[in-house]
């Protein structure tokens, strides 16, 4: 294995400092992250033939995070991860005003992923703990303070990653605050099985655990409508490769001959034990499995990818080059009555986790 380097990942960003934390199990698995953005950088599995590669696409320095086209590799999102409509939300009778970063939208962008500033940017505090099974994880600890980016209230939220000696990652997000506000965390990943970054995820076998969508417009914006996608090319109740259906076109959700942005609502949501999805890599026989008790998974094969970003060991990642699985509630849920709240409240905490285990199918 050729881990990331901790020299490379040392620094003080907005006076504070920057640090590669590194995790294992008791298999020879490894995990490393950053507590900059609270980011998940890299995941060493092995294959069927006991070979092992890193699994998550991402850079060989911190450097190279600060300057890449692609802003969230590996990120926490928060604190409201997707988009919002015009940037604004009502609550309580007062309106928000939010940065307006995202690409689309016309007249007015929207607002993406908590803001040009937002969880995914900060440096968060972080300690490496261990659980009661003697398995290592990562605590990180942000502070965000009322009105950053726009939202309203002081929010302290925690994330913990942990290593489990059965090869899973186990994402714990836990937040409290001192007056209502709107969050929705989740983690940005990108995976890539097969391990050899030069080759794309569209071979990729995937399953969803659901049979409706959050219908989207053109700018990618919930209408508001749950639309049932049986026998569509959104479909994945029955596991197909990712590329078989897609230069069909979906409008809002499956752009033909790119790839997909959909935002599932899972059948059986708010239950971390039942499998929400699988990805499988033939070649290699690598699957990662996806629990979690999140209402919704955000679908995205890194189709706007155009080779600007250079990533580990020299491969440039193109069109396709990962995936992204994204635990999440209810896209733009502040704008829409008829979609489970995302509302926080004082007394109250928000409670959320999702699981990547990662296995190994044999020939049959």
């Not at 714990?172 to 989740?186: G, K, M, W």
Request: aromatic share 12%; charged share 20%.
């Amino acid at each position: 294995m050729e881990l990331l380097k901790e020299e490379h990942f040392r620094g003080v960003i907005n006076g504070e400092e920057v640090k590669l934390f590194t995790l294992r199990n008791k298999n020879g698995c490894v995990a490393q992250f950053t507590n900059y953005g609270a980011r998940w950088l890299s995941m060493w599995v092995p294959d069927k033939n006991g070979k092992w590669n890193d699994v998550i696409l991402g850079f060989d320095t911190m450097n190279d995070y600060l300057t890449a086209t692609e802003k969230y590799y590996g990120a926490v999102v928060g604190r409201v991860c997707g988009r919002i409509t015009g940037g604004q939300f009502s609550l309580n009778g007062i309106t928000y005003s939010l940065s307006n970063n995202d690409v689309f939208g016309k007249p007015v962008k929207n607002h993406l992923h908590g803001g040009d500033k937002g969880f995914s940017f900060q440096v968060w505090d972080a300690e490496v703990v261990k659980n009661e099974n003697d398995e290592e994880m990562l605590e990180l600890h942000y502070f965000s303070k009322d009105g950053e980016e726009g939202y309203p209230g002081n929010l302290k939220v925690k994330v913990t990653y942990s290593l489990g000696n059965d090869n899973a990652v186990h994402i714990h997000y836990t937040a409290s605050c001192d007056q209502p506000t709107v969050i929705n965390l989740t983690n940005h990943a990108y995976f890539n099985l097969s391990g050899n970054m030069d080759q794309d995820v569209l071979e990729h076998t995937l399953f969803i655990n659901a049979n409706k969508t959050i219908e989207c417009n053109e700018e990618l914006i919930p209408t508001g409508n749950i639309a049932l996608i049986e026998n569509t090319a959104l479909d994945f109740t029955h596991p197909v490769a990712i590329g078989l259906r897609i230069h069909e076109n979906f409008p809002g959700q499956l752009l033909a001959g790119k790839g997909y942005a959909v935002t599932y609502v899972l059948d059986q949501p708010g239950n971390a034990a039942s499998l929400s999805a699988s990805v499988t890599e033939k070649k290699s026989g690598r699957v990662m499995e996806v629990y979690t008790s999140q209402a919704c998974l955000q679908l995205y094969n890194a189709w706007l990818f155009d080779g600007s970003d250079t990533g580990k060991k020299g491969y440039r990642y193109h069109s396709g080059a990962g995936l992204a699985l994204e635990a999440q509630g209810y896209t733009d849920a502040p704008n829409h009555f008829n979609f489970p709240p995302v509302l926080l409240l004082p007394g109250t905490e928000y409670n959320q986790e999702t699981i990547y285990k990662f296995l190994v199918q044999p020939d049959t």
